[in-house]
């Protein structure tokens, strides 16, 4: 299965990269250098734009702060380390091993654990099973059938989904359970109808307030998902930087 690396992580995993990549350059001889037609001050130029412009994103202050701070002193003119008494070798090996554990820590937390949610199996026998539960009232049934993973949004051929079956027979407990697996409390049937309305269609207003209440913190859910994403998409890092 093919990683996912979200936006955000690829972005802190480019920065880190030139980070990396102009830190290195700037620490070649200057023979290289010249060899290579590379002026070290332009890397130098670079090297503080890059580190600027990850402060400001969405990378971890403290990171960068280190790393900036270590990357000057691996560059520092040989006469001022040497008047300071410090040597830029260790300033170079802790630099790289500041970043190398970094981007050691970002792999492993993209590694699949084992613990990620299970896509629902669009399974056409577990929703005829689940019709079953219903029309019995079977909720052991039911739930036996639902902890299999099926996708309890998927229409019968009658049009309807397990949960309108469910509404539209007024049966409160297994409206419960079915939402409390993911049942959609929006998706209409072929006709327009939506449980909710089958549910007050029958006379079942238990089962109305029911939906309605799991509607509301669906509705919910997904207003704070999208907040989330955009925070994350416009300053994400700037909140983790204060």
Not at 133 to 149: C, P, R
């Amino acid at each position: 299965m093919a990683l996912r690396i979200p936006m955000n992580r690829s972005r802190e995993l480019i920065l880190v990269g030139l980070v990396i990549l102009t830190a290195v350059l700037a620490n070649m001889p200057d023979e290289t250098l010249q060899d290579w037609e590379i002026e070290r001050n332009y890397l130098l130029a670079l090297l503080a734009m890059v580190v600027f412009i990850a402060l400001f994103l969405y990378l971890k202050f403290q990171f960068f702060f280190m790393v900036v701070l270590l990357a000057l002193g691996a560059n520092m003119p040989i006469h001022v380390a040497e008047s300071l008494g410090i040597s830029r070798v260790p300033l170079i090996i802790a630099m790289a091993a500041m970043v190398g554990i970094s981007i050691i820590n970002y792999v492993v937390a993209l590694l699949p654990t084992g613990l990620e949610p299970k896509p629902k199996e669009q399974s056409k026998e577990g929703i005829i099973a689940l019709f079953y539960a219903i029309e019995k009232g079977n909720l052991v049934y039911a739930q036996k059938v639902l902890s299999m993973n099926f996708d309890p949004n998927l229409f019968h051929d009658n049009g309807y989904t397990p949960l309108m079956y469910a509404a539209a027979k007024g049966d409160a407990k297994m409206v419960e359970l079915l939402v409390r697996n993911g049942a959609d409390v929006a998706v209409m049937s072929k006709e327009g109808d939506t449980a909710i309305e089958l549910a007050l269609r029958v006379g079942s207003q238990e089962v109305a307030d029911i939906l309605k209440k799991a509607r509301a913190e669906q509705i919910a859910r997904d207003e704070a998902a999208k907040a989330d994403k955009a925070k994350a998409g416009t300053g994400g890092g700037k909140t983790q930087a204060a």
